[in-house]
Nanobody, 125 residues
Framework: QVQLVESGGGLVQAGGSLRLSCAAS????????MGWFRQAPGKEREFVGR????????TYADSVKGRFTISRDNAKNTVSLQMSSLKPEDTAVYYC??????????????????WGQGTQVTVSS
């Protein structure tokens, strides 16, 4: 049974930092590219960033580029999202997701086979 469990969410002031983690089990983690998405109230779930299987390649949404960093530890089956210079508009539930096929459409939700339950990030102004 595949499980992705996010942690590290919380309340932070604008300009602050937060680090989210996602622990994976029940899959060969190094075979999956990992993505982070977020969903604000009343909005669609949107792509935040992605890291490839080896961890050597990352890509980010323009809205977070330069502020967010994704990393992974294949020995520990974890992927992290380091968020800095947070803004109130970053407030959302953040989800990690796993992609086995290596889809070129990696900004789309449908590219990912497995999802975590999400963790809330709230940025106060």
């Amino acid at each position: 049974q595949v499980q992705l469990v996010e942690s590290g969410g919380g309340l932070v002031q604008a300009g602050g930092s937060l680090r989210l983690s996602c622990a994976a089990s029940g899959l060969t983690f190094s075979n999956y590219a990992m993505g982070w998405f977020r969903q604000a109230p009343g909005k669609e779930r949107e792509f935040v960033g992605r890291i490839n299987r080896s961890g050597a390649g990352t890509t980010y949404a323009d809205s977070v580029k330069g502020r967010f960093t994704i990393s992974r530890d294949n020995a520990k089956n974890t992927v992290s999202l380091q968020m800095s210079s947070l803004k109130p508009e970053d407030t959302a539930v953040y989800y990690c997701a796993a992609d086995y096929s290596g889809s070129v459409d990696y900004t789309l939700k449908d590219a990912y086979e497995y999802w975590g339950q999400g963790t809330q990030v709230t940025v106060s102004s």
